[in-house]
């Protein structure tokens, strides 16, 4: 009779009609209806694909078939999926209309329809069918003993066609293997624009043939040879990521200055000759890498016919590297002062009428218009090269915003109204630590703004913007990952979707998912701790991440010279990230309590006071053999001088002055110790 009564509750927990709530599905589909029923999952699963598609489909299915496999565990019959119509009686049929091309404004949309026996994907492109295999992985279900499918109808298309994310390997080079598993992240999540940021002041990171000392001086030896570089837009390619290269000119020129001072901006004066008579000139300046973060004076001659002709055979031999539309050429942060001070720029300033170091950078720019369209290639740049003449063919990329002194979206709403495409990265710096929910309510559409629909076109999407002067192969993937899926989804969805709760909800299982990929952004809190623990048990250490945060904005690494691009990012705020799950957590927990202060509201508080009393208990204890703790100590005694008073209060038996108290709380928002912060603080104040 047992055994009759388990094979029931399995039976009605395998039909149960999973509600639309209960998903995971990210970015959220533009139109989701759940029908009666479920499609079960067995060994005998096979997918068939009929149409016209690229070839990318067959690899695209064979990895969706292999990641379904991993989950499940159901050891499928079928392998690699190699031609058109292979298995015309298989349970998942595709059909793909014609073959994607990676670019803007291709046609992505897919419908999705399972059914009890028989799940069927419709796509004008292949493209489509790949965002449709997204969904249908993030549909899985499961009961205790099986996997299945809701039955469910899907239409989706993408609201904005630019989605990116931007990976600076100039600062930290980030290896082969880093690109691609992010570039795997991308798809998953419906990206499908990598912007790859090659050269800056701390680096050249292209294999040159004919300039070989852009290697050989610029470098320290870490670059991507050519053949990586297309071995990777080819794996971009079978994912349908288009990759758009950056070479930053004029300025962060360093770099290129280290191995052509000659076309430099800088000029030396040499004082020389006798006592009678005294001789002055000039002589060309030397450069070398920076080390440090920050904005450097080093800039190309627009002067100088050679800066063009180096750079016109540059762009010859990178440009066929890469077979995409668009080409980055940076232009921001020039502050001009070798600018002012060469006295020939300042002649050529007048002798072409360029009243400003702005028009001047224009005549610069547009001097790159046609080497690149010689290749094809449309020109980009960050918002600074925006001026009257600039070229109308020209996408602007907005990115300046409160922390440069700028209005959101200004530079955006300014670029539409003159007729320029434009990308938002203004609000998407994931780099800034800053928590998800700032990220996720940044819509590229600005609020409030007159833009008529033609305006509103030119708005071609956003792009989260990963800046590595504190990011390492080892940190990368957990500054990326997982906010950067929730930009997705706002790159993506409908502009309604913005439900922050649900957002956060369907987030951890997503970036749980996120790690079949290859991704580290969990794993590697655990590597990081061993060491800072000495291989020690880490669970003190763990805790006590979960209510701390890496200082956010540009605080953590002062004036940009507190760490050099060698220096350890192997510390305790290398390990924490932005929304700490326990500072979350404890929030609910306050806010619960504060509007119902029930016994079981309390205790659950409690639980927190006390866990955070044990860890600096723990952490003392772990110290004693691992010198790297040291530094969170005062902190960590911050927080558990804080949680024994409020335990205290939460008792009403404490005996501190009002005044006193609020001091107690408010040593909780230092920001002196180990590069992080409290994020619990906030949360402990609403107690007082």
Not at 412 to 438: F, Q, R, W
Not at 510 to 533: C, D, M
Not at 606 to 626: D, R, T, Y
Not at 653 to 660: N, P, W
Request: hydrophobic letters at 40%; proline letters at 5%; glycine letters at 6%.
């Amino acid at each position: 009779m047992k055994y009759l009564l388990v094979l029931l509750l399995a039976g009605l927990t395998s039909s149960a009609q999973i509600q639309k709530e209960q998903l995971n599905l990210m970015p959220w589909p533009q139109s989701v209806v759940l029908n009666e029923g479920n499609f079960a999952l067995t060994k005998n699963f096979k997918v068939n694909i009929t149409g016209n598609p690229n070839p990318r489909i067959f690899g695209g299915v064979t990895r969706f078939l292999r990641r379904l496999d991993g989950r499940t565990g159901i050891f499928f019959e079928q392998g690699f999926i190699q031609k058109l119509n292979e298995v015309p009686t298989a349970e998942v049929q595709i059909n793909c209309t014609k073959s994607g091309k990676i670019g803007l404004y291709e046609d992505e949309s897919y419908h999705l329809d399972i059914k009890q026996n028989r799940i069927t994907i419709n796509a004008t492109s292949d493209l489509g069918a790949l965002h449709a295999l997204e969904t249908l992985l993030q549909m899985l279900q499961n009961n205790s003993t099986s996997f299945y499918f809701p039955n469910a109808q899907i239409s989706d298309f993408p609201r904005f066609t630019w989605r990116g994310l931007m990976i600076d390997a100039a600062r930290h080079f980030q290896p082969v293997d880093v690109i691609k598993r992010n570039i795997d992240a991308l798809a998953a999540m419906k990206m499908n624009v990598f912007h790859w940021h090659l050269v800056d002041d701390q680096g050249w990171r292209i294999e040159m043939k004919k300039h070989k000392k852009l290697i050989e001086l610029a470098s320290d030896g870490e670059y991507y040879t050519q053949e990586e570089i297309k071995n990777i837009v080819k794996y971009a390619d079978e994912r349908g990521i288009l990759i758009v290269p950056e070479i930053d000119v004029p300025g962060h020129g360093s770099s290129i200055l280290t191995a052509y001072p000659e076309i430099g901006s800088k000029v030396m004066t040499i004082n020389g000759g006798t006592q009678e008579k005294n001789i002055q000139g000039t002589a060309i300046a030397t450069y070398g890498i920076e080390r440090n973060a920050g904005i450097f004076s080093p800039t190309l001659d627009p002067s100088n016919p050679k800066t063009y002709q180096l750079l016109s055979e540059i762009f010859d031999e990178v440009c066929p590297l890469f077979p995409g539309s668009y080409f980055h050429i940076g232009g921001d942060e020039n502050e001009g002062k070798d600018w002012d001070a060469n006295p020939k720029i300042q002649e050529f300033k007048k002798k072409n009428k360029l009243a400003t170091n702005h028009e001047l950078q224009t005549y610069f720019t547009m001097q790159l218009v046609p080497m690149l369209k010689k290749h094809g290639k449309q020109l980009m740049g960050w918002e600074e090269i925006l001026t009257k003449n600039m070229s109308k063919e020209a996408i602007i990329h907005s990115w300046r915003g409160p922390n440069e002194g700028v209005a959101p979206g200004q530079s955006l709403v300014d670029a539409v109204k003159k007729g320029y495409k434009t990308v938002l990265s203004n609000g998407y710096y994931i780099d800034l630590m800053y928590p998800v929910e700032s990220h996720y309510l940044n819509d590229p559409m600005p609020k409030g703004a007159d833009l008529s629909a033609e305006e509103k076109a030119r708005i071609l999407g956003g792009e989260a913007t990963m800046w590595t002067e504190l990011a390492t192969p080892t940190t990368l993937d957990s500054r990326v990952w997982p906010r950067t899926a929730a930009i997705a989804e706002r790159l993506w969805s409908a502009e309604d979707v913005k439900d922050v709760a649900n957002m956060r909800k369907r987030l951890e299982t997503v970036s749980f998912r996120l790690e079949e990929l290859g991704l580290t952004h969990i794993r590697n809190r655990a590597v990081i701790l061993r060491n800072i623990a000495n291989n020690q048990n880490i669970k003190s250490l763990n805790e006590f991440s979960n209510v701390c945060e890496p200082l956010k904005g540009y605080t953590r690494n002062k004036g940009g010279t507190e760490y050099q691009m060698y220096s350890p990012l192997t510390l305790f705020a290398d390990a924490c990230t932005p929304d700490a799950k326990d500072a979350l957590a404890f929030d609910e927990a306050v806010t619960k309590y504060l509007a119902n202060k029930t016994p079981e509201n309390k205790t659950r508080i409690i639980g927190f006071f006390n866990k955070w009393i044990a860890v600096n208990k723990g952490l003392i204890e772990l110290s004693a053999n691992a010198p790297l703790v040291q530094a969170l100590l005062p902190l960590s005694k911050k927080l558990t001088d804080a949680s024994q008073e409020l335990l205290f209060v939460l008792d009403n038996k404490s005996t501190l002055k009002s005044e006193d108290l609020k001091n107690l709380i408010e040593q909780c928002n230092t920001k002196e110790h180990a590069d992080v912060e409290l994020a619990v603080y906030n949360s402990l104040k609403k107690l007082i």
